[in-house]
């Protein structure tokens, strides 16, 4: 089965171009890629939110953001996904940890609408501690990353601090079978 992603996502990433490069970064972006990827970027307008595209096309806009306009820079990952958490989520001062679980457990029944395959699972570690699971989607290291980057600004749009995310378990290794991302705060 082909894996797809959400329209939204692809939708974030123009804003996300627009906001750190300019208009100017859409133009110097669209010649870099090919089929799918270049006539979406080229008319971002026609992005649908809730419609299905191939995550082949995702990872290549993804690639091309990170080589062409952050000069190859990695950590431009973390940041994408980031802004797609300010995209999508309102901020808002959550006080207790039990309402940021909350706000975490609500979030991951609609991240788990974003992609397909697979499932998202939600495991309470600590006051303060979670693992959010992914099951059934094989991942890339770049995708890994935007998702972390999505789910630690998720909380700390919800006035969590002290923030850390790193990922245990990674579906690229064949015999984890999972993508564990360790979300942790103060
Ligand atoms: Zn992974």
Not at 30 to 41: C, D, F, I, S, Y
Not at 68 to 94: C, H, N, P, R, W
Request: charged residues 25%; glycine residues 6%.
């Amino acid at each position: 089965m082909a894996q797809r992603v959400k329209g939204l996502t692809l939708r974030s990433r123009v804003a996300f171009v627009k906001h750190t490069y300019g208009s100017e970064g859409m133009t110097r972006l669209v010649p870099n890629l090919k089929g799918q990827a270049r006539e979406l970027m080229e008319s971002p307008a026609t992005i649908n939110s809730s419609g299905w595209y191939d995550f082949d096309v995702q990872l290549e806009i993804d690639r091309a953001i990170c080589k062409v306009l952050a000069k190859g820079d990695a950590s431009i990952y973390l940041a994408m996904g980031a802004y797609s958490a300010d995209f999508q989520i309102s901020k808002e001062d959550t006080s207790s940890p039990e309402d940021l679980r909350r706000f975490l457990k609500l979030q991951m029944t609609m991240f788990s609408h974003y992609f397909k395959p697979g499932t998202v699972e939600m495991v309470t570690v600590s006051d303060n501690e979670v693992l959010i699971r992914i099951k059934g989607f094989a991942s890339v290291r770049e995708n890994c990353d935007t998702n972390m980057g999505f789910l630690k600004r998720s909380i700390e749009l919800r006035g969590a601090e002290g923030v850390t995310i790193d990922e245990p378990k990674c579906s690229q290794d064949p015999t984890a079978g999972v993508c564990e991302y360790r979300l942790r705060w103060k």
